[in-house]
């Protein structure tokens, strides 16, 4: 019965723990993003810079794009910063959920080989149980031929 009911709340915290990794590994993809989308602005910046130095045209129009651009830049770093929290936040719930597994499968273990000593316990009580019950017989039938002779 206690063996049923540790498996049970192993599966069910199994399941909680595959959620969470889940949960990780989507936050591991919105920060991905938003990585590729931070290179890509510094990418972007650096063409539009190297344009231009290049094109005394494109210069008059630059600092306003720049400006524009590197607002863009800062705010997406501010999300990478939230996105890393909540990952790490995350990453606690996976290993807490891992912990929880740990423990029941380890009470599992434990329960498991208390109830192996316990059957090991009375298979030799029963075997002893059964070498005195021989014992009995034997002595109560009397000694046989040959024995007790010295």
């Known amino acids: 019965m206690a063996t049923k009911t540790i498996e049970t709340l192993i599966k069910v915290s ?19 993003l938003l990585e590729r989308k931070r290179q890509a602005i510094d990418e972007e910046l ?11 045209s494109i210069g008059i129009t630059y600092g306003l794009y720049a ?3 590197i607002a863009r830049r800062d705010k997406l770093d501010g999300d990478i910063l939230v996105k890393n929290r909540e990952v790490e936040l995350a990453r606690d719930d996976v290993q807490e959920a891992f912990e929880e597994v740990k423990k029941y499968e380890l009470a599992l273990d434990r329960l498991r080989e ?36 010295s």
């Open 14 to 32: 199994q399941y909680a723990l595959d959620d969470k990794r889940k949960v990780l590994a989507a936050h591991f993809e919105e920060l991905a």
């Open 114 to 149: 208390a109830q192996a000593k316990e059957q090991a316990r009375i298979e030799e009580e029963e075997l002893n149980e059964m070498g005195l019950n021989g014992f009995r017989r034997k002595k109560a039938s009397g000694p046989t031929p040959g024995e007790g002779r």
């Open 46 to 56: 650096a063409a539009e810079q190297a344009a231009a130095r290049d094109d005394p």
């Open 67 to 69: 400006n524009a651009i």
